[in-house]
């Protein structure tokens, strides 16, 4: 009888130690928990809240049902808003995402000659303030003593000065090229870390089999980072669906609504037009889509954690 009491008595101990464990983690994890409830659980329902009203600065709120949404729904400017971000979404991660690569790759290589200064330069749209960027994009892409109409006269692309914001198409072509811009870096600091945990041994395992560098790429190269690239590709499309600075900086969302995307529309809405009820149900709007990709992320980064 006695090996089995030792046995119940081990058993006993492992469950009152796992049981401590778990109050002592959990009372390490209560001020993230409340903070995270604090800012951002509790506006988030405030928010979701306040799109069933029709707030307006100054005034009382009174409970409205879903009479912003059907006013969104009917609103030719709110339905041209979608197709804009979706279109300066998915051109603007698409050209990240291959930029990125072309740049992770570029760095990652030895032939490269003073790789750290270069790392340098290519990371620094990132790191620049946004406001010092965007101006400085903005007077390049100016009709008047702009930098990149002189350039491309000077090399003999046009013969007169593009108005870079006069027409729908070159503003979204505008912002979707300064969002490229300042985004890209992002998407190479995050593959080339993958790439560096890529086994040497294999590339040169596939050059003596005769494989060459287009199909080393395919082979090797891509199937090692795709995890990588997929959780930065969802996180930069979450960055980019949220993006404002960049389109009000340089278009306000114009012209004729032509780069307007949610997050200008709902601030024209909310602090132009000082309807908050309408504002906050644009920005529900994107709740759905953003909860998704945020899910995929945070799963993506635990099963890699995880492996």
Do not use: H
Not at 21 to 26: D, E, H, P, R, V
Request: proline letters at 3%.
């Amino acid at each position: 009888m006695f090996p089995i009491k030792l046995i119940a008595s081990k058993k006993t101990k492992s469950y009152f130690l796992g049981k401590n464990q778990n109050k002592f983690a959990y009372t390490l994890l209560a001020p993230t928990l409340i903070f995270l409830a604090l800012l951002m659980i509790y506006p988030l329902c405030w928010t979701v809240g306040m799109s069933f009203t029709d707030k307006r600065v100054g005034l009382d709120a009174t409970f409205n049902g879903l009479a912003n949404y059907i006013t969104l729904l009917k609103d030719p400017i709110f339905l041209k808003t979608i197709v804009n971000t979706l279109i300066y979404t998915a051109c603007a991660v698409v050209l990240k995402i291959v930029l990125g690569m072309v740049m992770a790759l570029v760095l990652n290589s030895k032939r490269l000659r003073a790789r750290s200064l270069m790392r340098s330069l290519l990371y620094l749209p990132w790191a620049l303030p946004t406001l010092v960027s965007i101006y400085a994009w903005k007077w390049m892409f100016s009709d008047v003593g702009g930098a990149i109409n002189f350039i491309l006269q000077k090399l003999g692309f046009i013969n007169q000065q593009i108005g870079w914001f006069s027409t729908v198409t070159l503003a979204m072509i505008s912002v979707v090229i300064v969002n490229v811009w300042r985004g890209t870096p992002f998407l190479g600091i995050s593959i080339l870390s993958g790439l560096q945990t890529v086994n040497q041994d294999m590339y040169e395992a596939a050059s003596i089999d005769g494989a060459n560098a287009w199909r080393q790429f395919w082979s090797i190269t891509l199937p090692q980072v795709k995890n990588v690239v997929l959780l930065a590709s969802i996180i930069t499309t979450i960055w980019t669906l949220n993006d404002f600075e960049i389109i009000w900086l340089l278009t306000r969302g114009g012209p004729d609504n032509g780069t307007q995307v949610f997050s200008t529309l709902s601030y024209t809405y909310g602090f132009l037009n000082r309807d908050l009820g309408l504002s906050v149900a644009i920005s529900v709007f994107t709740l759905p889509v953003l909860i998704f990709l945020v899910g995929i992320a945070a799963k993506k980064s635990m099963s890699d954690s995880a492996e």
